[in-house]
Structure formats: structure tokens, C-alpha cells
């Protein structure tokens, strides 16, 4: 799981080639610390295809506003840098979660 700040999410998402799964959390967000430990299990499970980051929007809010980010958590699927798929608040939960990550790792 790679962690991303405000320099590195350019070229490690908008830059990059293939998909890219970005956990978009904040400081104090409860529900984005009980969802975490599934997505950094997904990684272990997923990561030889998709790349797996993280990004901390307390300490990005321009990239988290530059990427339509409004509500936490999200987790967001790009691919070659364009933002496919997300799931935002209430819809990432870790069974819905897993589901979106199967459907584009099944593409690959």
C-alpha cells in the first residue's frame, strides 16, 4: 500500500499506466480507520495487478477538491490516470469495496 501526499498523487495515479486504487481517508474519519484494514488486505490479495495507494486529505485537500473528493471515506478505481469508478460514505463498505476491486482485476 503506497501512501500518497499532495506531490505524489500526480504521478503515481494521474500519470500512471493501468489501474490504480486510491483510499481517500482524513484525520478522525471513523469510518475511513474501521474500512482500512480491508483495503490493506485487498492489496495483499489484489496488489499483483492493481496498485494500491492511499491518501490522507487532511494533509491534501487541494488534490482531494481537485478529485471531486467532498465526503470520506472514498475509494476510487482509475485507470491510466482517469477516475472510473468510486465509493463514497455509506457505499464503501468493505463487501462493496471488494466487489468493484474483483470486477476490474477480472478485466486485467
Given amino acids: 500500500m503506497l501512501e500518497l501526499d499532495k506531490t505524489t498523487f500526480e504521478p503515481e495515479v494521474l500519470q500512471s499506466e493501468g ?12 469510518p475511513c480507520a474501521a474500512l482500512m ?3 490493506h488486505g485487498y492489496s495483499e490479495v489484489y496488489g499483483d ?12 485537500r487541494r488534490v ?4 471531486k473528493v467532498m465526503g470520506l471515506p472514498v475509494i476510487a478505481i482509475y485507470k491510466d ?17 471488494e466487489e468493484m476491486i474483483k470486477k476490474y482485476y477480472e478485466m486485467i
Avoid at 19 to 30: A, E, R, S
Avoid at 83 to 89: C, R, T
Wanted: proline share 2%; aromatic share 10%; net charge negative.
Fill in 37 to 39: 484494514p480491508y483495503v
Fill in 64 to 67: 482531494a477538491i481537485g478529485q
Fill in 81 to 97: 490516470g482517469e477516475k472510473v469508478e468510486e465509493l463514497v460514505k455509506d457505499d464503501a463498505t468493505k463487501e462493496a469495496v
Fill in 49 to 60: 495487478k492493481i496498485k494500491f495507494t492511499a491518501l490522507n486529505t487532511s494533509k491534501a
Fill in 19 to 30: 489501474y490504480t486504487l486510491v483510499d481517500f481517508y482524513g484525520d478522525g474519519c471513523v
